[in-house]
């Protein structure tokens, strides 16, 4: 099954959805905030990234383009994690190299959906 890397800075949250996806047969890589998230999507090479936007230390912004400009790591499909719904959010996550974008609390068969499509366009 596909691996994930979930980086996230919220404990439930990251308790929750890994708990959500490694029902679902996903192996789940977990980091805390966007350095260490960097540092696992490099040593791992998780089949797609779930990055939340609003981290410590490196932000989801800054670690989505640090993947994005590493030829190690560039292909792999980021999806965006925010709580904030605004319209720019979108364009602005899109902007710094994310594939997909979804919203917090996570719609979970929503969020399914995007993973699928990304697993599926890589292969």
Known sequence: MARILLVEDNEMNRDMLSRRLARRGFDMLLAVDGEVGLAMAREHLPDLILMDMSLPKMDGWEATRALRADEVTCRIPV????????????????????DD???????LPRLLDKIDRLLGEGQ
Not at 85 to 94: C, D, F, I, S
Not at 101 to 107: C, G, I, R, S
């Open 79 to 98: 999806i965006a994690l925010t709580a904030h719904a605004m319209e720019g959010e979108r364009t602005k996550a899109l902007d710094a190299g994310c």
């Open 101 to 107: 974008f979804d919203t917090k609390p996570v719609e």
